[in-house]
């Protein structure tokens, strides 16, 4: 399995920005769809967003679109995740994910980060 390892995570202000990073160990990650998911205490996993392996084409769920942006840096074999205009429902753990299959189900994901703290306060 791909190894995954997440970043950037931290503590911000409502309106804050911050921006994670999602550092994979191989050369074909750029084959997976790489997606971003978040998990805050006692509830389920939610999709954040997603990429195609190859770059152009991205999906965000309603809750964070034009807040996030999800990128891709091919030399690097990382995935970002721009977070601006920062919520306080936006806190939870943050994982990346990769996967073969187009999908914003965490089950077609076979791969998994550790997960990065954000926390957003009022």
């Known amino acids: 399995q791909v190894q995954l390892v997440e970043s950037g995570g931290g503590l911000v202000q409502a309106g804050g920005s911050l921006r994670l990073s999602c550092a994979a160990s191989?050369?074909?990650?750029?084959?997976?769809?790489k997606g971003w998911f978040r998990q805050a205490p006692g509830k389920e996993r939610q999709f954040v967003a997603h990429?195609?392996?190859?770059?152009?084409?991205?999906y965000y769920a309603d809750s964070v679109k034009g807040r996030f942006t999800i990128s891709r840096d091919n030399a690097k074999n990382t995935v970002y995740l721009q977070m601006d205009s920062l919520r306080p429902e936006d806190t939870a753990v943050y994982y990346c994910?990769?996967?073969?299959?187009?999908?914003?189900?965490?089950?077609?994901?076979?791969?998994w980060g550790q997960g990065t703290q954000v926390t957003v306060s009022s």
């Open positions: 994910a990769a996967g073969a299959i187009v999908s914003d189900q965490a089950r077609y994901f076979s791969s």
């Open positions: 191989e050369r074909t990650f750029s084959s997976y769809v």
């Open positions: 990429i195609i392996g190859s770059g152009t084409a991205t």
